[in-house]
């Protein structure tokens, strides 16, 4: 994660890969919280229309994970 930040601000493309490795859709589950964890890290340094688009994959997939 260090890395990519060097390079630029992430595309959107990247945060959804991001989040499909931290979050398993189908169990409804957070597998890698170190992920979320470091995406919520990230947020400030975003423009507004990726923190807008990651936090709110953040939330789903933290309220789904919450409800089981």
Known sequence: FNGLMEVGLPSVDLLEACIELAYDKSMGLIVLPEVLTKLIEWLPEMDAREQSY??????????DNYGT
């Open 54 to 63: 990651l936090s709110d994959k953040i939330l789903k997939s933290c309220t």
